[in-house]
């Protein structure tokens, strides 16, 4: 029948690896080299992160918001080491145009346990005129967030994640009680643990000092990447009916990995396209909080089909497998 398993007879069952003519991949047998390369990666981006140096932005830290139009064209990489320079203390700028319009905005935050001063506001205007004459810069907006409110934000932000992360495994948990639920919510937390600080660490590299838009980057990962882990942890609780008394449990794993493999890294394309689309727009139309966003979700996206593939289920299965266990047993 076309639904069978093409076999050799004993444990040689997946010898030839097809399944309907389908080739199996053995990801499990590979696991070990799946966790060098993901152990690698976040190595390298630890180095390049604490290299580019770890900065909280106002709305955690607390400090001054400083809006100014002006037109023409800047680089905002540029305009943002001239003002850190001029201040003498990390400055965080974005800048943003509405269509349709010659006149563009640029913020300017810096971090801090108290306002600018007059002096230090005239500075910076005078500094911003100086660099680009002609640009007429003019100060729209000036705010001061208080360091207590950005203490509490990052509460608030780091709470959101820790009770996300509960309610994942609490809902992997419930899922698939009955091929040990815990277990398998516990190793898809490990996954998204790698492809969260993978976006951290890249908005870090991008020299974007952390903010909500952080927040709501890893919330967005944690979603994208649960779901593909969901969809190959569904597939083995249903493989696991079909074979359970016939084949390894190690088998059944990578029989269902290389069949979830297809809508896996198909949905991952349309979503990778659709935020390359918005991150194009962010450039031309020069929109630094889409690009802010953007860039580590893309990240995000690769390492989130990757853990699903390659972490979260080969843990799991060496966890369900420890000791000589079967892996059928809860």
Same mark, same amino acid.
């Given at each position: 029948?076309?639904?069978?398993?093409?076999?050799?007879? #004993?444990?040689?069952?997946?010898?030839?690896?097809?399944? @309907?003519?389908?080739?199996?991949?053995?990801?499990?047998?590979? *696991? *070990?080299?799946?966790?060098?390369?993901?152990?690698?990666?976040?190595?390298?981006?630890?180095?390049?992160?604490?290299?580019?140096?770890?900065?909280?932005?106002?709305?955690?830290?607390?400090?001054?918001?400083?809006?100014?139009?002006?037109?023409?064209?800047?680089?905002?990489?540029?305009?943002? @080491?001239?003002?850190?320079? @001029?201040?003498?203390?990390?400055?965080?700028?974005?800048?943003?145009?509405?269509?349709?319009?010659?006149?563009?905005?640029?913020?300017?935050?810096?971090? #801090?346990?108290?306002?600018?001063?007059?002096?230090?506001?005239?500075?910076?205007?005078?500094?911003?005129?100086?660099?680009?004459?002609?640009?007429?810069?003019?100060?729209?907006?000036?705010?001061?967030?208080?360091?207590?409110?950005?203490?509490?934000?990052?509460?608030?932000?780091?709470? @959101?994640?820790?009770?996300?992360?509960?309610?994942?495994?609490?809902?992997?948990?419930?899922?698939?009680?009955?091929?040990?639920?815990?277990?398998?919510?516990?190793?898809?937390?490990?996954?998204?643990?790698?492809?969260?600080?993978?976006?951290?660490?890249?908005?870090?590299?991008?020299?974007?000092?952390?903010?909500?838009?952080?927040?709501?980057?890893?919330?967005?990962?944690?979603?994208?990447?649960?779901?593909?882990?969901?969809?190959?942890?569904?597939?083995?609780?249903?493989?696991?009916?079909?074979?359970?008394?016939?084949?390894?449990?190690?088998?059944?794993?990578?029989?269902?990995?290389?069949?979830?493999? #297809?809508?896996?890294?198909?949905?991952?394309?349309?979503?990778?396209?659709?935020?390359?689309?918005?991150?194009?727009?962010?450039?031309?139309?020069?929109?630094?909080?889409?690009?802010?966003?953007?860039?580590?979700?893309?990240? #995000?996206?690769?390492?989130?089909?990757?853990?699903?593939?390659?972490?979260?289920?080969?843990?799991?299965?060496?966890?369900?497998?420890?000791?000589?266990?079967?892996?059928?047993?809860?």
């Amino acid at each position: 029948m076309s639904n069978q398993l093409n076999s050799k007879k #004993g444990d040689k069952f997946f010898a030839s690896r097809e399944f @309907a003519g389908r080739k199996i991949y053995p990801f499990i047998e590979k *696991r *070990r080299i799946y966790f060098t390369v993901a152990i690698s990666i976040l190595i390298i981006g630890f180095v390049l992160a604490f290299w580019r140096g770890f900065h909280l932005d106002i709305e955690f830290k607390g400090g001054s918001l400083v809006d100014y139009t002006y037109s023409g064209e800047i680089d905002v990489d540029q305009i943002t @080491a001239e003002l850190s320079d @001029a201040m003498e203390e990390p400055v965080n700028c974005q800048i943003s145009r509405a269509i349709g319009s010659d006149e563009s905005n640029l913020k300017v935050s810096v971090a #801090g346990n108290e306002a600018l001063s007059p002096e230090q506001l005239t500075n910076l205007t005078d500094s911003l005129n100086k660099n680009y004459p002609g640009h007429n810069f003019e100060i729209s907006e000036a705010n001061l967030v208080s360091p207590s409110i950005g203490r509490e934000m990052l509460r608030n932000g780091l709470l @959101a994640l820790v009770i996300a992360s509960a309610l994942i495994i609490a809902y992997v948990w419930l899922s698939f009680r009955t091929m040990s639920g815990p277990s398998a919510g516990v190793m898809a937390l490990v996954a998204l643990f790698h492809d969260t600080t993978l976006a951290v660490l890249a908005f870090v590299i991008m020299g974007s000092a952390i903010n909500e838009t952080l927040i709501a980057v890893i919330l967005t990962i944690l979603g994208f990447s649960i779901n593909d882990t969901i969809v190959i942890y569904d597939r083995v609780r249903e493989n696991m009916k079909l074979y359970k008394d016939e084949h390894s449990f190690l088998d059944i794993i990578d029989l269902s990995i290389t069949q979830s493999l #297809g809508r896996t890294i198909n949905t991952s394309i349309c979503i990778f396209v659709a935020v390359v689309t918005a991150y194009i727009f962010a450039l031309l139309y020069n929109l630094e909080s889409i690009k802010e966003f953007a860039l580590p979700i893309l990240v #995000g996206v690769i390492s989130g089909t990757f853990s699903s593939i390659t972490i979260a289920t080969p843990l799991w299965a060496m966890w369900k497998t420890r000791q000589g266990r079967s892996g059928f047993e809860d």
